[in-house]
């Protein structure tokens, strides 16, 4: 169980799910997300790349570049996932995007079970 700050302060419960990404492969080399689409075929242009980070120092096999991006008025980390290729199980690199998302149970919301009464038993 992961949880992240968000920008008002609050602590959410949050899970990593892995999304379909639209990219621009600039002459140059660059990369950008164009597009976002979710598991349920939901698609979300990206209005702006606000911030890149790139490729960090590989660990566990993995190396993760992150881009802050903004749809609309909301605005959120979409990550880069390399994974390395381990030539030992013939698995060659993959490249992976996914986002954060908050997880619909609130804390305190699970079901309150019943209490069972001698006529219920």
């Known amino acids: 169980m992961e949880y992240r700050t968000l920008t008002d302060g609050t602590r959410v419960r949050v899970h990593r799910v892995d999304v ?15 597009c976002v ?10 209005d702006e790349v606000l911030d890149t980070m790139p490729f960090g120092t590989p660990l566990r096999g993995r190396e993760t570049a992150r881009y802050r991006v903004r ?12 994974r390395l290729p381990r030539p030992e199980v013939a698995e060659p690199e993959r490249l992976i995007w ?18 069972q009464t001698a006529a219920g038993a």
Not at 71 to 82: S, V
């Open 20 to 34: 379909d990404v639209v990219a621009h492969f600039g002459r140059d080399g660059t990369l950008l997300p164009v």
């Open 37 to 46: 689409q979710w598991i349920d075929g939901r698609s979300f242009t990206i």
């Open 71 to 82: 749809f609309g008025r909301h605005e959120t980390d979409l990550y880069l996932e390399r």
């Open 98 to 115: 996914w986002v954060y998302a908050t997880d619909v149970t609130k804390q305190g919301s699970a079901p309150k079970r019943r209490a």
